[in-house]
């Protein structure tokens, strides 16, 4: 049973650069048509979608964030990472690592994905 | 960006009720919507998927359904254990854009 676990600091300065991983345990990372995902959750409030890398690579950014954001992949470790640069306090959020995968193929060779598997999540703070 | 709208914020319902909450979607998002509950201090569990199909192991209380726009996602008999948060997510495009949430809560 493939389980995800973020680690990282759980503060931050303004203006720095988060890095944040995500440890794949249970499973290859380079297995399937996955894509392995960014999401945070600012206290109290809705969930946001950063990012995901595909297992080959490519990636997708949410544009309100492209261009502060990386997110990578080190398959000799089964991890994945997240970097966003220039932090400030809007950025305080709890981070998830999730897995996104194709979970029933749809018309035109489209497929319906999910975030299936989660990490536990890890609280990011931008504080001086 | 898809911006996906979910009605209710927040609703008060009873052991055994049944209740709806709805999600509209910008854009028409065909059927590439999923819903997620979400428990204080836990992450997010994936719950439909497809705008209908259940994923493993959820009641079949829960169901799902929509197309386009308009999603809906229904409990028919609240049990304790559905007193929690429930988001949708489009999965059309990316970035995959999530509703705001609905916190369901004890009356």
């Known amino acids: 049973q493939v389980q995800l676990q973020e680690s990282g600091p759980g503060l931050v300065k303004p203006s720095q650069t988060l890095s944040l991983t995500c440890t794949v345990s249970g499973g290859s990372i380079s297995s399937g048509s996955h894509y392995w995902s960014w999401i945070r959750q600012p206290a109290g409030k809705g969930l946001e979608w950063i990012g995901r890398i595909s297992t080959s690579g490519s990636t997708d950014y949410n544009p309100s964030l492209k261009s502060r954001v990386t997110i990578s992949v080190d398959t000799s470790k089964n991890q994945f990472s997240l970097k966003l640069s220039s932090m400030t306090a809007a950025d305080t959020a709890l981070y998830y690592c999730?897995?996104?995968?194709?979970?029933?193929?749809?018309?035109?060779?489209?497929?319906?994905?999910?975030?299936?598997?989660w990490g536990q999540g890890t609280t990011v703070t931008v504080s001086s | 960006d898809i911006q996906m709208t979910q009605s209710p914020s927040s609703l008060s319902a009873s052991i055994g009720d049944r209740i709806t909450i709805t999600c509209r979607a910008s854009?028409?998002?065909?059927?590439?919507l999923n819903w997620y509950q979400q428990k204080p201090g836990k992450a997010p569990k994936l719950l439909v998927y497809?705008?209908?199909t259940l994923q493993s192991g959820v009641p079949s209380t829960f169901t799902g359904s929509g197309y386009g726009t308009v999603f809906t996602l229904t409990i028919s008999s609240l049990q304790p254990e559905d007193f929690a948060t429930y988001s949708c997510q489009q999965t059309y495009s990316a970035p995959g854009t999530f509703g705001q949430g609905t916190k369901v809560e004890i009356k």
């Open positions: 854009q028409s998002i065909n059927s590439f």
């Open positions: 999730a897995r996104d995968v194709p979970l029933v193929r749809g018309a035109a060779n489209s497929y319906y994905y999910g975030l299936d598997v």
């Open positions: 497809a705008t209908s």
